[in-house]
């Protein structure tokens, strides 16, 4: 729309706002209950244990909407994509960089995602990058070598860089491609992605991890019921509903929150520690990312 500004917000969005914030926060949580739980299970079981319980739970929810849960044909496409990049491979790469690295390096890691998402537009939505956006991105990626090459941070966490980074990436795409229609109610819909998403972290998990499903503890139960009526549940839905109201540049913006409540939350819960290298690391990759989704 002529002479519209992405970084102002109506009256009528302020609402959405309020969502953001929820949706923000919950991830934010999420990194570090996950924590609590992979003492108990492995990654993509854990993940993939809550999405499922959480897609039960949108289920319910559509069922007490009274919509349908049928999907129809002409939706397939979407649901199956958005389960691999929205829910697989965010939730369940996010899940495996943790058994590598700290819940603060893996969510600044993860979190640089407005600034592939800025990129990726140019492909997908035809916005070609400028002078501002490439220097977000030149500090953004300088946040991350910074992160990387600071101590403690030594060649074994490779694994872990590559699946958060990976992880970014895609849920990038996703958000970028998030104003496309879907010819079925929203609430089934995500039911659907968060459940076809989850089943096959379950099943892979099942293969080659072996786990104990009897072996939660009572603190991975609060965990596994936080993370699947919150981050997969609700948070879900509080995200997408987010997308369809707010320009993607605003989400964006608020998705700086997650990082810092992971980091904060995890100091506070897991004892992680935060140093001079970390704190510039941060600086760096949220100027990148402000400068990346800032106002024109």
């Known amino acids: 729309m002529p002479g519209y500004d992405e970084t102002i917000v109506a009256p009528r969005?302020?609402?959405?706002i309020g969502l953001l914030i929820v949706t923000a926060c919950g991830w934010g949580l999420n990194w570090t209950v996950l924590k609590f739980v992979l003492q108990d299970w492995p990654a993509l079981f854990a993940r993939g244990m809550a999405g499922l319980l959480g897609a039960a739970a949108l289920a319910a929810v559509a069922g007490i909407r009274r919509e349908s849960l049928a999907a129809p044909r002409e939706a397939w496409v979407s649901i199956a994509t958005g389960a691999f990049i929205n829910v697989f491979a965010w939730m369940g790469f996010t899940a495996l960089s943790l058994n590598w690295l700290?819940?603060?390096e893996g969510a600044l890691i993860a979190y640089s995602m407005p600034i592939w998402a800025m990129l990726l537009?140019?492909?997908i939505n035809k916005e070609r990058p400028t002078l501002r956006s490439?220097?977000?991105t030149f500090l953004g990626v300088a946040g991350l070598a910074a992160l990387m090459g600071g101590p403690g941070f030594d060649s074994e966490k490779w694994p872990g860089i590559a699946f958060a980074l990976s992880a970014a990436v895609l849920f990038a795409v996703g958000a970028v491609r998030?104003?496309?229609p879907v010819?079925?109610?929203?609430?089934?819909?995500?039911?659907?992605q968060v459940g076809l998403g989850c089943l096959p972290m379950v099943v892979l998990s099942l293969l080659s991890e072996q786990p104990h499903p009897f072996s939660l503890s009572p603190a991975g139960m609060i965990g596994l019921l936080y993370m699947a009526l919150g981050p997969m549940a609700l948070c879900y839905l509080t995200w997408f509903s987010v997308l369809k109201r707010l320009p993607t540049s605003v989400a964006a913006t608020g998705m700086l929150i997650v990082p810092i409540v992971g980091t904060l939350s995890a100091t506070a819960m897991l004892g992680d520690s935060i140093g001079q290298m970390q704190i510039v690391a941060i600086a760096l990759t949220l100027?990148?990312?402000?400068?990346?989704?800032?106002?024109r």
């Open 13 to 16: 969005d302020r609402g959405a």
């Open 102 to 104: 700290k819940v603060s």
């Open 121 to 123: 537009a140019w492909p």
């Open 134 to 136: 490439l220097l977000a």
């Open 178 to 180: 998030s104003r496309k």
């Open 183 to 192: 010819a079925m109610p929203f609430t089934s819909f995500m039911a659907w």
């Open 287 to 295: 100027s990148g990312v402000g400068l990346a989704i800032g106002k």
